[in-house]
Structure formats: C-alpha cells, structure tokens
C-alpha cells in the first residue's frame, strides 16, 4: 500500500493546479484581471505558508540549501507569468496544449540527468497523454494557421518552466523541514509574481475591500501550498519522469471543473481524449504493480524451492 502513497500525492498535488484555471476565471468574471487574481494567489499563499509553519515547526528557520529552493520558488512564479504571456497569442485551449508539453519535457530532462532512456511503458504512456491531450483541450477544429510565434514559444517556454519546477522540487534539500521550504518558495514566487503582476492590489484596497481575498485564498491553497508541500515530499520519491506523467491528471481535472462551476460544456470527442489521458496515467502504475507482484512470487517460488533442497540434502547427508 505504501508504494502507491507517493504516487498519489503527485496526483493530488497536480489536481490542485487543474482547479486554478476555473478559480481565476470566476474572478475574471467578478470584474477582476488575471494578473490581480495571480498577484492575490501568490501574496495570501505565502502568507499561508508562514502561517503554517510557525503553526507546526518548532525549530528556527533555516537558511541552508536555500539556492535551490530560490529557484524553485522563482520558477513556480514564473510559469505562471510566462502562462499568462501565451493567453495574449493563444486560444486557451491550445496554451493547455502547449503547457502540457511538460509530460515529454520533464521526461527528456529525467533522461538527461539520469543519462538513460525511459523504458517502454513510459515512452507508451507519453505517447497515450499527448494524444489524448489535443481532443481533450478541444483542438479538433481549431485553425491553427493564423497562430503567430510568439504565441508557440511563449507556450512551450511555460512547459519548460514547470518542467524544471518539477525537476528542482526532485532535488529539494533534507536538511530543512517541508513547511521551511514552502515559506522559502513561496516567498519567492510572490517576488516574481509581483515584479510582473499587480503588487498594488495589496495597498490599494483591491485585494481586501474589493473581496479579491476570497478568490486569493482559494488560488493560493490550490495553486501553491497544497501542490508545492506534496510535490516537495513526493517527487524525490517518484522521479521526475513518472511525475510528468502523473501529472497530467491536472487537464481532466481542469476539464470537469470548469465543466461543474463554469457550466461549461464538453464533447463527446473531448471525453474521449481524458479517457485517452486517464489510461497513459494509469499504464505505467498497474503494469509496474504487475511486474512487481510476479517479481515477488518468483523470488518466494525461488526461496521455497531452495529450502527444499536444504532439507532433503540435510537428509542425505544424515
């Protein structure tokens, strides 16, 4: 039972992040900006985080291995704004397409660090989820000739971003404490949101006469500290190949939310697509619990047939 406990934090985690879509559309359409609504996300989840922590730890700070946890919360604001930057090129569905590049990025980077090549059930199931990606986002009829450049590198460049947000969260440091490293990216992440968003909603009366709270509190739990604190447990233990594919899940998800608080409708040919993308998910995990359970009953078969021989030689001999 352990063994599917990290798995399924990657997936909670990368579930959390399919709801933050839907969230800043339901402040869109209560009169405020993405920026502000990203701004508000970063702000209220950093001061969650150190809420948290002086709530739980009982140790000092801790300063050390905080490079790469600077990084990290570096990278998580800047996804976010590079994301934003494609939405100005790009049809929403096609910058979901685009973002979701990250299943074969993060893999590619996995295969470079770890210099070999993903077996063939991760290479079938990255097939499955960029397959099942483009009718699942709605793209079947989209024309796609007018696209500019722009629109394509600021795309890819997110998936590229979250790819190494991911890669970094598989390197964070043990010698600080979960909550530790989620006040330092979160921190972090806040600084970038705010050199490129919209700092003045903290000082203007935007973010707490205006009731953008409400919206900041929702996006700061779903879109940092519930992903961020279980992707820092859980992708050192995953790898960060599995965890791009695990992650996928977050489309679905982004999917039926929207699907349930937008009224938002879905095709039979988008249905199709997440079952497309649920199977890559799911593929490798019950063939690598297949391959698993026949390893053990082998090894169980292999010790049982060597005690017997144990015995009876122990037998002879006597």
Known sequence: MRKYLYPLLVIIAASS????????????????????????????????????YFLTSRTKISFKGIKMLIFAGILTGFTNIVYGHSLNYLP??????????FTW??????????????????????????????????LIDVDLTKIPLQ???WGLAAAFCYSLFLYVNGRATARMNTSGRLVFVSFFAFMMSAAFQSP???????????????YGLALGLFGMIIPVFLFTIAVPKVGLGMTS????????????????LLSETV??????????????????TMLTGKLLL????????????????????KKHIS
């Not at 929403?92 to 590049?101: E, H, R």
């Not at 590619?108 to 097939?127: D, G, H, V, Y």
């Not at 003045?200 to 409400?214: A, D, M, Q, R, Y």
């Not at 489309?251 to 699907?259: D, E, G, K, Q, R």
Request: glycine share 8%; net charge positive.
């Open 17 to 52: 992040y399919g709801v933050v879509s839907t969230i800043i559309k339901l402040a869109m359409n209560s009169g405020f900006s993405a920026s502000e609504a990203v701004t508000s996300q970063f702000f209220i989840g950093f001061c969650i985080a150190v809420s948290i």
């Open 105 to 138: 990025i993060g893999m590619l980077i996995s295969c470079i660090t770890k210099r070999q090549l993903p077996t063939r059930i991760e290479f079938i199931s990255i097939l499955l989820l960029v397959l099942g990606t483009i009718p699942a986002a709605g």
């Open 151 to 153: 629109g394509w590198i």
């Open 267 to 284: 095709s039979t040919i988008q249905v199709a697509g997440i079952v497309i993308i649920l199977l890559g998910i799911s593929l490798p």
């Open 92 to 101: 929403a569905s096609l910058a979901v397409v685009l973002l979701f590049q």
């Open 200 to 214: 003045e909603i903290i000082w203007n009366g935007t973010l707490f006469n205006e009731g953008l709270w409400i």
């Open 294 to 313: 026949m390893k053990n009953k082998i090894a169980k078969q292999k010790a049982k047939n060597k005690s017997y021989m144990t015995g009876e030689l």
């Open 245 to 260: 594919i695990l992650s996928a899940i977050e489309l679905p998800i982004a999917v039926m939310v929207s699907v349930i």
